[in-house]
Every structure is written in C-alpha cells, then in structure tokens.
C-alpha cells in the first residue's frame, strides 16, 4: 500500500533562513508525489506534485521540493522563509485513481 | 475564476441525525472527491466520483454516502451521525483522473 510519512510534528525557522520540511514515501510503482499547505480554518492549497522527470519541482510561493529515489523522500524547501509561509504543511501520494493519501502534517512556524 | 465551493461552511448537528454536505467544482472539472480531516491528522479519502460515476471509496461505513450530478456538483450524505463524526469535510475537484487536485474551503461540521 501506498503511504507517505512526515517525521516531524513542527518546524522552526527564522524568518530569511532556509527552510525544509521532511516527507518519505513507500510506493509500487512510480510515485505521483504532492505538497499542500493549509492556512487555519481553510482547506488545502496544491504547492507543487512530483510526477516523472526533474528530480527538483518547483511550486507556487517559492517552493520547491527534491525528489530522491534512492532515499525515498520528497522534502519541501524554500531559501528564504517569509513569516506568512507559518502554516501546516502536508505532503501526499496519488493511489489508485484520484485518490491521495496524506501524512499527518507538519506545523511550520516563522519566527521575525 | 471560482474555485472549488462548499456549502455551508460550519453546522452543528445532534447524534442521530443526517447531514448533507454540498460541493461545486471548479468549471470544467469532472472528478470530485472528498476527505475527512479530524482535529489533528491528516485528510482522509472517502469518495471519488468521476462523470457520475463512484470510482473509489475509503474506509468508511454505510452511514456515508455521495452522488454526482449531471453538473458535476456533488453532495456528501452521512447518516445516524456519531460524535467521532465531527470534522472538517473537505472537496477537491480535479480536471480529469490522475491530474492535481484544488480543494474547497471545507464544510465543519460538529456533531454534539
């Protein structure tokens, strides 16, 4: 079965650093890998998806995530942390269908 | 351009009783899904449809039920609600199978 796992429940940073937000994945098959964000009391907002081709993805906001094969990881990145990028984030992987199966979030925190 | 609609956005149910959840797609796209989100965890699959028709379902009991209609809105029905049931509704649309998902703001509901 497909899953994807998000290792960290948080993750500070300083807002001008750079930031990382860890995901694993175990697949069959080929990976459709996906990166939402959440902002407090709103649904989901598509960042970036990983389907076939350059190992780096680049997204909307800034974002961008690396995908490696050998270690099975999907991390979101982004040079510059801004502090209104502070929201939950939540990497996913298409099973069959359009079905997505989410990790359990990680909280990005901002610090000024 | 509207985004993925859902309606209403927070309601406040009895145990027993049943609810229905609405959900317009975006413009043009034929398959809607919908997730769960408790407090907490991560959104969790519980229908696809795709031109009318159920392409997928999660683990959900009998009590959850869905339908697609001509115009490509959806509704979401859940019977003889449970206090567990309280959560965050949340529908994506996508343009076909197998492209990203957009969600909807999502639809609270609390089950008291």
């Known amino acids: 079965a497909q899953s994807v796992a998000q290792p960290e429940d948080q993750v500070n940073v300083a807002e001008g650093n750079p930031l990382t937000v860890k995901c694993t994945y175990s697949?069959?098959?080929?990976?459709?890998l996906f990166w939402y964000v959440q902002y407090p009391n709103r649904g989901l907002q598509f960042l970036l998806k990983?389907?076939?081709?350059?190992?780096l993805v680049k997204g909307s906001y800034g974002f961008e995530a690396e995908f490696n094969k050998s270690q099975t990881s999907f991390h979101l990145k982004k040079p510059s942390a801004l502090v209104s990028d502070s929201a939950l984030y939540f990497c996913a992987v298409r099973d069959t269908g359009d079905k997505l199966i989410f990790g359990t979030g990680t909280r990005l925190q901002v610090f000024p | 351009d509207a985004g993925v609609t859902q309606s209403p956005t927070h309601l406040i149910k009895t145990r027993g009783q049943h609810v229905t959840l609405r959900c317009s797609p975006i413009?043009?796209?034929?398959?809607v899904s919908w997730y769960q989100q408790v407090l907490g965890q991560g959104p969790q699959f519980i229908f696809q449809y795709y031109e009318k028709e159920e392409r997928g379902r999660g683990n959900f009991p009998d009590r959850f039920s869905a339908r697609q209609f001509p115009n490509y809105s959806s509704e979401l029905n859940v019977n003889a609600l449970l206090l567990g049931d309280s959560a965050l509704y949340l529908c994506?649309?996508?343009?076909?199978?197998?492209?990203?998902?957009?969600f909807g703001q999502g639809t609270r509901l609390t089950v008291v």
């Open positions: 697949v069959s098959g080929n990976p459709y």
């Open positions: 990983y389907i076939t081709g350059d190992n």
């Open positions: 994506a649309s996508s343009l076909a199978e197998n492209t990203e998902a957009f």
């Open positions: 413009s043009g796209h034929k398959s």
